[in-house]
């Protein structure tokens, strides 16, 4: 990080500003492989701006309304996490609404918001609001901030999130869901079995991603499926004797 004293670039750098525009100009999937200009862009905004200075410019980029600007803006947002605090939280927080990619949802909840999370627990309270709210772009939100606690040891939230959610019907919460699910399973396997188990009739698409490396549930759950199956043909061929 370069020093405050130091005289930074900006982005009325003629230089700079081309090659952002050429930036702009390609497509890329964002939550993918990220291309090689958006890794040179990002890198050189966060060596040339500590991480006040750089809100300036990321709600530049942001206020565009631009896929690339927003994109750039994220990824190099990203690169402060060992500086984020509930500032960058007050920050990031009004920015949420404008997000409607569950590609960029995913990336920011995890590379943002649960770093912020994981520095500053007294945010927590936010973050089960977010999960109780009615609006399924927040709550996924919520559950994929928990990932990155999950992965640094802590899975309580995750865990307590995935009981609310648990029977949700709505597609993308069960995907959520079940990510945090199979992230626990990595870190503490027990655990996620025990849970697992206990919530054996779980919907489909939560259970096939969180079971993804515990293939004997998945037999146990098929298993039973089976049993109840012909059970069921059992007494209604019984009935009509």
């Not at 497509?27 to 040339?48: C, M, N, Q, W």
């Not at 609404?97 to 927590?124: F, T």
């Not at 039973?224 to 009935?239: A, D, I, P, Q, T």
């Amino acid at each position: 990080m370069v020093s405050s004293t130091k005289q930074l670039k900006r982005l009325s750098d003629e230089e700079f500003a081309e090659d952002i525009k050429k930036y702009i100009r390609s497509s890329h999937d964002f939550y993918g492989t990220k291309i090689p200009e958006l890794k040179v862009l990002a890198k050189r905004l966060y060596e040339e701006y500590d991480l006040k200075s750089f809100y300036k410019v990321f709600n530049k980029f942001w206020n565009s309304g631009y896929h690339g600007e927003r994109s750039l803006a994220i990824y190099t947002l990203e690169m402060y996490k060992d500086e984020f605090d509930t500032g960058t939280w007050n920050f990031i927080k009004i920015k949420l609404k404008d997000i409607k990619s569950w590609d960029k949802v995913d990336s920011v909840s995890i590379n943002i918001l649960g770093e912020i999370l994981m520095r500053e627990p007294v945010l927590e309270k936010e973050i089960i609001s977010m999960a109780r709210s009615k609006n399924i772009w927040y709550k996924r939100m919520a559950l994929m901030a928990t990932i990155a606690l999950v992965r640094n040891g802590n899975i309580r939230l995750a865990i307590h999130l995935c009981e609310e959610n648990i029977h949700t019907n709505e597609e993308n919460i069960q995907k959520a869901v079940g990510m945090c699910l199979k992230e626990i399973g990595i870190q503490k396997p027990t655990v996620a079995r025990r849970f697992i188990l206990k919530n054996i009739k779980m919907p489909e698409k939560i259970f096939f991603i969180a079971t993804e490396n515990m293939k004997d549930i998945r037999k146990l759950r098929q298993t039973r499926k089976e049993s109840n199956f012909n059970f069921e043909k059992l007494m209604f061929w019984k009935g009509n004797e």
